[in-house]
């Protein structure tokens, strides 16, 4: 089972066919305890695959601590980002 964890309703880009109001902030960022929280009804529910998506999830101050979290949990980890903030 895989799940989409929706960290951040942010995004620096403005898409026009977004489903999200890219750019609007409606509510807050996922921090790294409320993903604590969510893994043992991840484990209960079998998920072995996590998909961090937002809007754009690198804008969420804790994605790496989610990342990094998650990997040590077991899970495949997979983020769904627009690449517009990876550089070097």
Known sequence: ???DLHI???CNLKCRHCVY???EWFMPDMSIDAVK???QSFKQMGVKEVH???GEPLL???VFKII???HQNGYLVRIQSNGSL???
């Open 60 to 62: 969420n101050k804790d």
């Open 8 to 10: 951040t309703n942010r």
């Open 21 to 23: 109001n890219s750019g």
């Open 68 to 70: 990094s979290f998650l």
């Open 1 to 3: 089972m895989e799940v």
């Open 86 to 88: 990876i550089d070097e």
């Open 52 to 54: 961090i998506t937002g």
């Open 37 to 39: 929280k969510l893994n």
